[in-house]
């Protein structure tokens, strides 16, 4: 079957790095995206990996292997308003999405 | 700023009332869907289109109809409420191109019903 796995939650500190990694498993493969998703607000799209390697964009980057079935997004320079959760999901062979269940990101001053 | 619009935002309803979530774009996007999320949860995919007169069911389409009479517009009704049917529900939008989707989601702020 197709599969997200992203950790439920995770704790960072103001003005460090953290981590968020997502593994998936899906029917196919067209596409990797990280969204960002505040409490009771709609997701916004943060990045898009087709091919492998890192890509950057301001204080987040994206890295995908998809030998590994494997993504992260790195987020740099941790500041409260980063305090959301961070959904991850795949595109597969028909061009749809299968969303993680999203990795709730608590920022501590 | 995505142009995509939901109403209502916020609804309380009884059993067995028929709604219906109301969703606009003005991007000019073929592709439209709508997903339901519970707190926590994975975004779950209802029905999508592909442009006029084009609607697919997703994987909880079951209970609910979609119609796509123009580009812009693409309502969700249901027939009759259950309180299983509480949740938040998602409109979103995207370019198409040549029949694949290309880019990013935009969504709509959400319409979070109640069924009592």
């Known amino acids: 079957g197709q599969n997200i796995d992203q950790p439920t939650e995770m704790t960072a500190t103001e003005g460090a790095i953290v981590q968020i990694n997502c593994t998936y498993q899906t029917s196919g493969f067209n596409g990797l995206f990280w969204y960002q998703q505040h409490a009771g607000e709609a997701p916004t799209f943060l990045s898009y990996n087709v091919l492998d390697g890192l890509e950057e964009k301001g204080r987040f980057s994206s890295f995908l292997s998809r030998s590994k079935g494997y993504s992260y997004l790195l987020l740099k320079e941790l500041q409260m308003k980063d305090s959301a959760s961070y959904l991850c999901a795949s595109m597969d062979s028909n061009y749809q999405l299968i969303w993680g269940a999203g990795t709730k990101l608590i920022i501590k001053p | 700023e995505a142009d995509i619009y939901q109403t209502p935002r916020y609804l309380v309803i009884g059993t067995g009332k028929k709604i219906t979530l109301e969703c606009s774009q003005t991007?000019?996007?073929?592709?439209m869907y709508w997903y339901q999320q519970d707190p926590g949860m994975e975004l779950h995919l209802i029905h999508y289109s592909y442009g006029v007169n084009s609607t697919e069911k997703g994987d909880l389409s079951s209970e609910s109809t979609v119609s796509r009479i123009r580009t812009e517009h693409f309502p969700l009704t249901l027939e009759s409420a259950r309180p299983s049917h509480t949740s938040q529900y998602l409109c979103?939008?995207?370019?198409?191109?040549?029949?694949?989707?290309?880019?990013?989601?935009?969504f709509g702020e959400g319409s979070r019903l109640t069924v009592l």
């Open positions: 991007m000019g996007h073929d592709k």
């Open positions: 979103a939008s995207s370019e198409l191109d040549r029949g694949e989707v290309t880019g990013e989601l935009f």
